[in-house]
C-alpha cells in the first residue's frame, strides 16, 4: 500500500498501518517530504530537518519495529513543531 492522504488522517492510523506492515516509518517519511516539497508556496515551515537524518531515523524505527522494540506509538511519525517553543538543538525565533 502506498502512502496517501486519503489513508492517513492521524498518527493513530499512520501507526497502525506501520503494525500492520502496510507501509514502513521510511514510506511514510518519504511522503511527508514531498507533501512539504509539493506545498511549498504555503511556506508552512521556517526550517526542516535534514533529509538523510529523516531517513536514518526513519530506519532505525523500523528496525525497532521489526524487533518489537518500539519506543512509543509515536516512534518513527514525522512531526511538526511550531517554531515559538524551545527544542534542543533547535533554533527558536517565532518566526522573526
Same mark, same amino acid.
Given at each position: 500500500m502506498k502512502v496517501s492522504k486519503q489513508v492517513i488522517r492521524t498518527?493513530?492510523?499512520a501507526h497502525k498501518?506501520?503494525?500492520n506492515k502496510d507501509f514502513s516509518c521510511?514510506?511514510?517519511i518519504q511522503a511527508t517530504i514531498a507533501n512539504v &516539497?509539493? %506545498?511549498k508556496?504555503? %511556506?508552512a515551515f521556517v526550517a526542516l530537518t535534514d533529509q538523510a537524518q529523516l531517513l536514518d531515523q526513519a530506519e532505525q524505527a523500523d528496525a525497532r519495529y521489526r524487533n518489537g &522494540?518500539?519506543?512509543s506509538v509515536l516512534d518513527g511519525m514525522p512531526i511538526a513543531i511550531k517554531d515559538n517553543l524551545?527544542?534542543?538543538?533547535?533554533?527558536c525565533s517565532a518566526a522573526s
Amino acid at each position: 500500500m502506498k502512502v496517501s492522504k486519503q489513508v492517513i488522517r492521524t498518527l493513530g492510523q499512520a501507526h497502525k498501518h506501520i503494525v500492520n506492515k502496510d507501509f514502513s516509518c521510511v514510506d511514510l517519511i518519504q511522503a511527508t517530504i514531498a507533501n512539504v &516539497e509539493d %506545498n511549498k508556496h504555503l %511556506n508552512a515551515f521556517v526550517a526542516l530537518t535534514d533529509q538523510a537524518q529523516l531517513l536514518d531515523q526513519a530506519e532505525q524505527a523500523d528496525a525497532r519495529y521489526r524487533n518489537g &522494540e518500539q519506543r512509543s506509538v509515536l516512534d518513527g511519525m514525522p512531526i511538526a513543531i511550531k517554531d515559538n517553543l524551545f527544542v534542543k538543538g533547535l533554533q527558536c525565533s517565532a518566526a522573526s
